[in-house]
């Protein structure tokens, strides 16, 4: 599992995920229950992110997303 650092691609606040990209890199499929904030969880695209990058079945997903600006 690594850090990485990125902005919101899109996010669907309905469905409830979105795509953040990484700087300089490839986009990582996120969900909200990745989302570490109290209340109603959702990014809104641009958003400045750190997040960890973990490998499941179905490729790469973002956990522990924090919005830092």
């Not at 990582?28 to 973990?54: D, M, W």
Request: charged share 25%.
């Amino acid at each position: 599992m690594s850090q990485a650092k990125g902005t919101v691609k899109w996010f669907n606040e309905t469905k409830g995920f979105g795509f953040l990209q990484v700087d300089g890199g490839e986009d990582v499929f996120v969900h909200f229950s990745a989302i570490q904030s109290e209340g109603f969880r959702t990014l809104k695209e641009g958003q400045a992110v750190l997040f960890n990058i973990v490998d499941d079945q179905r490729g790469k997903k973002a956990e522990n997303v924090t919005v830092i600006a």
